[in-house]
């Protein structure tokens, strides 16, 4: 998957556009700071299951951004 999203990726940004390149290059590692706080802040407040039930309702919310196209 990694793979295909930087080649994806590669496919339609320019040389030009250097600040997406940075911006798509922080975004995995702020995401490995980002989903631990977020799993403990919502564990303040719900138990495991409601932690898995709010991260399978914002993973079905992601599924609205996948492209309905052929990207070929």
């Not at 975004?27 to 919502?42: C, D, K, N, S």
């Not at 079905?60 to 951004?65: E, K, N, Q, T, Y």
Request: aromatic letters at 18%; glycine letters at 4%.
């Amino acid at each position: 998957v990694e793979i295909s999203s930087e080649s994806y990726f590669f496919k339609h940004v320019k040389d030009v556009d250097a600040n997406v390149i940075s911006f798509f290059r922080i975004t995995r590692p702020l995401a490995y700071l980002l989903a631990p706080a977020f799993a403990v802040i919502m564990l303040l407040f719900t138990s495991y299951a409601g932690l898995f039930a709010a991260l399978g309702v914002i993973t079905i919310f992601g599924l609205f951004f996948i492209p309905k196209v052929d990207t070929r």
